[in-house]
């Protein structure tokens, strides 16, 4: 099971998500490194997981206020060996490109096109359909699809690698959606699946690889501890 650390950026720091409501997230309390510094905060995720992959949600982004650009190419001077999967609300596959070619580093920047922002089927099969260069977040919350393109009924058109976002789960301690995680698997039986939201502990990333997971986001249970280092590769 591949780890893949979260940094959640709002406004220049980074903040602890929690059940997806973003309007409420807080500056990030970690035992791995002190403050909310981007750059110290990924540095330090990176090291623990023993990975050069990390998942960054642009909340400003997500909200409609505007990439963190600066922000952004801050961490992808610091990280040079990087590889960032970026979520940054993009509707169609323009926007991606117009961001990554602003960031200047375009071969590092993997796109995340959620099902909660893309504008429409035709923007998934452009983003998305049998991409390995991309991915697609099939988000969800409270048991609800948030999907106005209708995503979640397209498999055809799904890249390579999904995410499976159950957002009510993210940092509320409450295990990871395995459910869902193998509705979609058995839909997409070809494709990567990395789960998102509600791991714990070492015992659940053992039931989500079980359950078909390639790799999961995570974030709150290494800020607390819960989760043992790793060297590069495991």
């Known amino acids: 099971m591949q780890l893949v650390p ?47 992959r990390l998942y960054i949600a642009d909340l400003d982004a997500l909200l409609g206020r505007g990439a963190q650009v600066d922000v952004l190419r801050r961490l992808l001077a610091a990280l040079p060996d990087m590889q960032l999967w970026l979520d940054a609300g993009f509707a169609d596959l323009d926007q991606a490109e117009t961001l990554r070619i602003r960031l200047g580093a375009t071969e590092r920047v993997v796109p995340v096109f959620g099902s909660e922002s893309l504008a429409s089927r035709d923007a998934l099969q452009r983003c998305c359909a049998g991409r390995g260069d991309t991915l697609l977040s099939l988000d969800r919350r409270d048991g609800q699809r948030l999907d106005p393109a209708g995503c979640w009924d397209a498999p055809a058109l799904w890249s390579k690698q999904v995410i499976v976002m159950t957002l009510e ?66």
Not at 24 to 46: N, W
């Open 169 to 234: 789960r993210v940092g509320a301690d409450a295990g990871p959606d395995l459910e869902t995680l193998r509705e979609v698997g058995a839909r997409a039986p070809g494709a990567r699946l990395v789960g998102a939201g509600g791991i714990r502990d070492a015992a659940d990333l053992d039931r989500a690889a079980t359950a078909g997971a390639s790799a999961w986001l995570v974030a709150s249970a290494l800020h607390d501890g819960r989760l043992p280092a790793r060297r590069s590769g495991s």
């Open 6 to 52: 979260v940094v959640d950026l709002m406004q220049g720091q980074v903040v602890r998500a929690r059940r997806g409501d973003r309007q409420a997230y807080r500056p990030i309390v970690s035992t791995l490194c002190p403050g909310s510094d981007p750059v110290e905060i990924a540095r330090a995720l990176l090291a623990h997981c023993g990975s050069q």
